[in-house]
């Protein structure tokens, strides 16, 4: 299968920081990634939608200012978390797709904001 | 109504039982349908598509009726191997994971002991 890695796996920070996560597809090159989190016990939520050098298309409710998607190359995206709260603690998961094909996922970023 | 149901359990069942799981999904117009693994503080992983006439793979079944909007999971002989979260997935798309998106149900938890 494909190989998609996040980095980094694990991060804590403090409140109002701002932290960056990065989404590789390393033997691909992702046309289409979409970006999601999930809460404890809660399903994988759909954030944000990203086409390589467009703007991202963000799901209702997910604030575009406060999650900032960068996806200037086929094979990076990132996904920045500004001025943390701790209710922005959760899973993120990116998931890169390459143009009509099959849908794959990152590891995955646990985020926790103290 | 969320747009995927699921009895989010825990199912705990010994080694060699037969468990069901069932999904239903709300928008009529969804074109294809998966169930996906999750473990523990890990992405989601594929474990198969669900198609109109029912599927199998190996001691898996899936089974998918439009006319309802249900979908179910059957594992027969169950090993500690199955303990895990399973996602019950649509995709408004048709082809796969290959356009369109994914919505997540909130998950099963299976729990097979010894």
């Known amino acids: 299968g494909a190989v998609v890695s996040q980095h980094p796996s694990r991060v804590i920070c403090k409140s109002g920081t701002s932290v960056k996560i990065e989404c590789r597809s390393l033997?691909?090159?992702?046309?289409?990634m979409f970006w999601y989190r999930q809460f404890p016990k809660q399903s994988l939520m759909l954030m944000a939608t990203?086409?390589?050098?467009?703007?991202?298309?963000?799901e209702q409710g997910v604030e575009k200012d406060k999650f900032l998607i960068n996806h200037a190359s086929l094979t990076l995206s990132t996904l920045t978390v500004t001025s943390a709260h701790p209710e922005d603690s959760s899973f993120y998961i990116c998931?890169?797709?390459?143009?009509?094909?099959?849908?794959?996922f990152g590891p995955g970023t646990r985020l926790t904001v103290l | 109504r969320k747009e995927v149901e699921q009895d989010p359990g825990p199912f705990n069942v010994p080694e060699g039982a037969t468990v069901a799981f069932n999904c239903t999904y709300s928008?009529?117009?969804?074109?294809?349908f998966f169930w996906y693994r999750q473990d523990c503080r890990k992405e989601p992983k594929l474990l198969m598509s669900?198609?109109?006439s029912g599927n199998e793979d190996g001691r898996f079944t899936a089974q998918l009726n439009r006319a309802s909007q249900y979908i179910s999971l059957l594992i027969r002989d169950s090993k500690l191997s199955d303990s895990a979260t399973y996602l019950c997935?649509?995709?408004?798309?048709?082809?796969?994971?290959?356009?369109?998106?994914?919505?997540f149900g909130q998950g099963t938890i299976l729990t097979v002991h010894p």
């Open positions: 998931s890169p797709r390459e143009m009509q094909d099959t849908q794959y």
């Open positions: 033997d691909f090159q992702a046309t289409t």
């Open positions: 990203s086409n390589e050098g467009s703007k991202a298309t963000y």
């Open positions: 928008n009529s117009a969804s074109q294809s």
């Open positions: 669900v198609y109109s």
């Open positions: 997935v649509v995709n408004g798309g048709a082809g796969g994971t290959s356009y369109g998106k994914l919505t």
